[in-house]
């Protein structure tokens, strides 16, 4: 059985690399369509050897294509994806517009795989925050041995989590300060090359950020509404991979060493912890890798049961494209089977 997939915001840096995991774990597809807006028209991207030109999402007829893979931004989904939806199409969105929707599922598979049946209601499935995705990818299985009563983390998210225009700013700035030449922040509100950036997304009246927010609302939704989070969210002068320094407090015991095993156990985990140099993945070594690597585990000797992590991954693609590939998988391999509209 083969299924008819779209990739919606094929021309931006997830949809690339959509098309790109699409291609490496095989997935069976009919055909792949490449979709942006009118000013993409006719851009090639490619599809393994393949190249595709991008039509026009607001000509294309959505009839028979089965799963719409998304990440053209919160406007564009707010748009398109419900009526979409309604076609019999299963749309997986990349951006934040319905994930706290509770007829919306928020996905990360290895976490909460069973939460997807309730996709029905409107043939929407949210992919969660990139931050957020790495992170409950950690916790998830310290969960279930300990219970985690509270989290603070702060992360460092590269540029690529802005688009290619930010990623474009990071070279350009870079560039600029070796030859002297001035420096115009654009996309971001300061510098970036040789800076950090403690603001991601908005301003909220508390003080706290939209990213720093998305982070404890989605871990609640994913995880247990009882888990606290706290987060400071920094943009880093990285092209591409986030990383986050995790605290975690459990209510119940749980010893560096029991994590350690229970992570090296974990689906979609990469345990990497030498206490030596070089014993721990930097987001350098992350690019272009499935798994999302966790280091420096160790106790915390200021609470009862703490635990330190360091949880480092690759944002374009478990952060985005490879969790929205991951969840199509699921489907064809649950409830869509043998369902394709085009079998």
């Given amino acids: 059985m083969t299924y008819k997939v779209a990739v919606v915001g094929a021309t931006g840096s997830v949809g690339r690399e959509m098309l790109n995991i699409l291609e490496e774990r095989k997935f069976p597809v009919s055909e ?40 053209a931004g919160s406007s564009v989904s707010a748009e398109w ?9 299963v749309v997986i969105d990349n951006s934040s517009c319905f994930r706290m929707d509770p007829d919306v599922p928020l996905i990360v ?39 985690i ?21 990071l070279w350009t700035q870079t560039r600029a300060l070796y030859v002297n030449d001035p420096v115009e ?3 971001f509100p300061k510098q970036i090359a040789f800076n950090v950036i403690p603001h991601i997304d908005v301003f909220m009246e508390d003080g706290a950020t939209k990213e720093e927010w998305k982070m404890a609302a989605e871990t609640q939704k994913m995880l247990d509404p009882d888990i606290v989070l706290t987060a400071t969210c920094v943009r880093v002068p990285v092209f591409v991979g986030h990383s986050e320094a995790v605290n975690i407090e459990f209510h119940d015991p749980i010893s560096e060493s ?15 912890d030498k206490r030596e140099d070089g014993g721990y ?11 999302t690597f966790i280091s420096r585990i160790r106790k915390d000797p200021t609470i009862e049961n703490g635990l330190h992590l360091w949880v480092v991954s690759d944002n374009l693609r478990k952060g985005a494209a490879l969790n929205a590939v991951q969840i199509a998988e699921t489907l ?9 509209q085009n079998p």
Avoid: W
Wanted: proline share 5%; with cysteine; aromatic share 4%.
């Fill in 32 to 71: 792949v369509v490449a979709l942006a807006s009118r000013k993409s028209i006719g851009k090639e991207v490619s599809f393994g050897d393949r190249t595709l030109k991008t039509k026009v999402l607001e000509h294309f007829d959505f009839a028979g294509t089965d799963i719409a893979l998304f990440s």
């Fill in 81 to 89: 994806a419900p009526k979409i939806g309604a076609m019999g199409c």
């Fill in 109 to 147: 598979p290895e976490v909460n795989a069973a939460m997807l049946s309730g996709y029905t209601k409107k043939n929407i499935i949210a992919n969660p925050n990139c931050s957020t995705a790495q992170l409950v990818l950690a916790l998830k299985p310290l969960h279930d041995h300990a219970r």
């Fill in 149 to 169: 009563k509270r989290v603070v983390v702060a992360t460092y998210q590269s540029v690529s989590g802005a688009g290619n225009a930010a990623l474009d700013e």
């Fill in 185 to 187: 922040p654009q996309v």
């Fill in 258 to 272: 029991q994590a350690r095993d229970i992570l090296r156990e974990a689906p979609g985990c990469l345990v990497v």
């Fill in 281 to 291: 993945v930097t987001p350098l070594e992350c690019v272009g890798e499935y798994a």
């Fill in 332 to 340: 064809v391999d649950g409830p869509l089977r043998g369902k394709a």
